[in-house]
């Protein structure tokens, strides 16, 4: 999607803003939301793609004026109405209403503590052993297609239709762009593709620089 | 420089449920959100979460506890003090970091497949995510603000001597600059250059200059004088 998630080469947003002691949260409400968004997602209803993709539907203005917290709650509230888990009303006044439809009927209990200690310190690996065989390898050329889509994509703008070189082969992962709207897992090879940077930029950048993305099987094709 | 400890040390956090106050910081750019709208609009998602039973309190708190308290960048103090060390398990390191790290225990959420990137004196690498976020929560906790920022993502990119001389760090044209753009559920840690004078220093000394930010790669670290007396922590 090219939402305003899709920052790579953007210009005019000044400084970096590097913060000397910076606390992990500006505020108490910032840990409050880190946590509900890891806990809800326990739950299992929608894949982490899926959560990228509601964060990026925001409309650019809203996106590039919210903090990274209040995108992630944002996010979660579309999710939460998405999946019948809450009404906007009830969200809005943060009380069940007994006229809302009821729960999915599959939904599993939520974990305690000692359970989601064990997801976060196991994780969820995207990699997939059952994956399409790869199509490139380690010095290959290969273009990324131009895809525009609403859907969601990590083809980032910078480098689409720009040609690259194939310089690791990560395996076999979920694609990102079919895991996100429930199309399925379509699990394929993923690649690390180097672009020079005067590839990407032209004449301005640095002779000697490149820049990296990792990028799947059904981004890439061959290239001359 | 030791910039990773206040991730742990400095900052304890009531982890009760009175989250109406917040922190009166003040910042200069668009990425700090009025607090009010938002502290309500987070109180009203987890008080519903909890009364229909899509989350346990008890969970939350685990949750804060353990990125406030547990996991952040000494983990990857401790990786790249080991690589440092032992040339064994550098080469491991290099080439499965997943492995590698999970030796050391750092396994889990945002670190579940690992990358590790070698800086040398001509190649300087440097992480970015210029999609969302996506940063090694296992070795390095969770973001900074300006790693999540539109400054950061969208520059690195595209010029990343000038995002570097900002951090204070500037390479020479000798030097190759690599950006690795954070697109799938990989997580890159750099491993920095052992900097001059540490040679006869221990793994736990070592470990106590390793900054956060000289492993996304916005820095390096600085030749040292002399060995300091002892590591925190």
């Known amino acids: 999607m090219n939402g305003a ?30 946590a509900v968004t890891l806990a809800v997602g326990f739950l299992g209803r929608w894949s982490i793609d899926e959560a990228r993709h509601a964060r990026e539907s925001l409309p650019p203005p809203v996106y590039l004026t919210s903090s990274y917290y209040e ?44 359970a989601a200690a064990a997801i976060l310190a196991r994780g969820s690996s995207a990699r997939r052993a059952d994956a399409r065989p790869p199509r490139f390898t380690i ?77 799947w099987d059904d981004h890439l094709e061959p290239a001359a | 420089m030791t910039g990773h400890d206040h991730d742990h040390d400095d900052h304890h956090h009531d982890h009760g ?30 008080a519903l979460a909890v009364a229909k039973g899509l989350v346990d309190p008890a969970t939350l708190d685990l949750i804060i506890d353990t990125y406030e308290t547990r996991v952040g960048p000494r983990n990857g103090a ?21 492995a590698a790290i999970a030796e050391l225990g750092y396994t889990g959420r945002q670190g579940e497949d ?31 603000v300006w790693y999540k920022s539109a400054p950061y993502r969208s520059r690195a990119v595209l010029d990343p001597r000038g995002v570097l001389a900002e951090f204070g760090c500037t390479l020479g044209d000798d030097v190759e600059v690599r950006v ?27 470990a106590g200059i390793v900054t956060r930010d000289a492993m996304i790669g916005v820095s390096r670290i600085a030749p040292q004088a002399g060995a300091p007396a002892m590591a925190e922590g």
């Open chain 1, 5 to 34: 998630q899709d920052l790579g080469g953007m210009m005019g947003f000044g400084p970096i803003g590097i913060e000397a002691d910076e606390p992990m949260f500006h505020a108490a409400w910032e840990a409050r939301a880190l």
């Open chain 1, 71 to 114: 995108i992630w709650t944002r996010g979660l509230e579309t999710l939460i109405r998405r999946h019948g888990l809450a009404t906007s009303a009830e969200l809005e006044t943060g009380q069940p209403d007994p006229a809302a439809p009821a729960l999915p009927a599959d939904l599993k209990p939520a974990p305690g503590p000692d």
């Open chain 1, 139 to 215: 010095g290959d050329r290969v273009r990324v297609r131009d895809i525009n889509t609403p859907a969601h994509t990590r083809a980032p703008r910078y480098v689409r239709g720009r040609v690259g070189e194939i310089v690791r082969l990560h395996g076999g992962f979920v694609f990102p762009d079919t895991g996100a709207s429930g199309a399925g897992e379509q699990p394929q090879a993923c690649y690390a593709v180097r672009f020079a940077a005067r590839d990407l930029w032209g004449e301005t950048a640095h002779p000697r620089d490149c820049v990296h993305a990792d990028l």
């Open chain 2, 17 to 46: 449920h009175d989250h109406s106050h917040d922190h009166g910081h003040v910042h200069g750019d668009a990425h700090t959100a009025p607090p009010s709208p938002m502290a309500a609009r987070v109180k009203a998602i987890e």
């Open chain 2, 78 to 98: 401790r990786v790249v003090a080991r690589a440092w060390t032992d040339p064994a398990y550098k080469a491991r390191l290099l080439a499965d970091a997943t």
């Open chain 2, 114 to 144: 690992m990358v590790a990137l070698e800086n040398t004196g001509q190649v300087h690498n440097m992480v970015v995510c210029t999609l969302c976020s996506c940063y090694p929560w296992t070795v390095l906790g969770l973001p900074p």
């Open chain 2, 180 to 206: 690795w753009d954070s697109t799938a559920e990989l997580r890159y840690l750099v491993l920095p250059e052992r900097p001059a004078g540490t040679d006869d220093w221990t793994e736990d000394q070592l």
